[in-house]
Nanobody, 122 residues
Framework: HVQLVESGGGSVQAGGSLRLSCTGS????????MGWFRQVPGREREGVAT???????TYADSVKGRFTISRDGGKNTVYLQMNRLNPDDSGVYYC?????????????????WGRGTQVTVS
């Protein structure tokens, strides 16, 4: 049974930084296609960034140049470094794993999800 656990969320002032971590249990999940999503109340879950098993990376336009996704296969962990945060980046951030087919920003394509970590930018 695969589990994904996010950590690293918190409250930060605009312009600050946070680093989120997503650690997977079982069967090298973090070396598969992984994604970060975020959601705010009343809005659909939004794809933020993805890293494929081969290392290809894609970002949402809203975070390009500010966020960096990376992985440490040995630790079964995927990271999201978030710099120059602004209030629009606030939300619950979710880690998603093992994308099947379709667009990386479609949450329905992922087999596994973490429970999320709150990010608040004021």
């Amino acid at each position: 049974h695969v589990q994904l656990v996010e950590s690293g969320g918190g409250s930060v002032q605009a312009g600050g930084s946070l680093r989120l971590s997503c650690t997977g249990s079982g069967d090298g999940i973090a070396v598969r296609d992984m994604g970060w999503f975020r959601q705010v109340p009343g809005r659909e879950r939004e794809g933020v960034a993805t890293i494929s098993g081969g290392g290809s990376i894609t970002y949402a336009d809203s975070v390009k140049g500010r966020f960096t996704i990376s992985r440490d296969g040995g630790k079964n962990t995927v990271y999201l470094q978030m710099n120059r945060l602004n209030p629009d980046d606030s939300g619950v951030y979710y880690c998603a794993g093992d994308r099947r087919y379709g667009a990386w920003y479609q949450g329905s394509q992922y087999s596994y999800w973490g429970r999320g970590t709150q990010v608040t930018v004021s």
